[in-house]
């Protein structure tokens, strides 16, 4: 689906505004799947803004983001793969070390 990203809540959380076609919108939460980044608070706190930086300049710049879901996830966000441009940010964020590895 296409997506116009509203909010990055961190490196691997983002509200995005789903267009589904036929004019219908929805707005959805997206947890990036099969990784975890740093979070914005706490100890973590310099490592998360970083990553967050990262997926909001990738997504900032991108021509066309579009999401590929699964499922939600026990807090009620859709598990996903973003692609910025054909990018696979899931990949791109691990490979850039801002991410881990995480199964869920």
């Not at 900032?60 to 579009?66: D, F, I, R, T």
Request: glycine share 10%; with cysteine; net charge positive.
């Amino acid at each position: 689906y296409k997506v116009k990203v509203l909010h990055i809540h961190d490196g691997d959380t983002f509200t995005g505004d789903v267009d589904l076609g036929f004019g219908l919108r929805i707005a959805l939460t997206f947890r990036l799947e099969g990784m975890n980044t740093p979070e914005v608070v706490g100890k973590e706190k310099a490592a998360g803004l970083i990553a967050k930086a990262f997926l909001e300049d990738k997504v900032n710049n991108a021509k066309e983001v579009l999401v590929k879901t699964k499922k939600k996830e026990k807090y009620g966000r859709y598990l996903a793969t973003v692609f910025c441009d054909g990018v696979n940010m899931n990949e791109q964020l691990l490979k850039e070390g801002y991410a881990v590895p995480m199964v869920y």
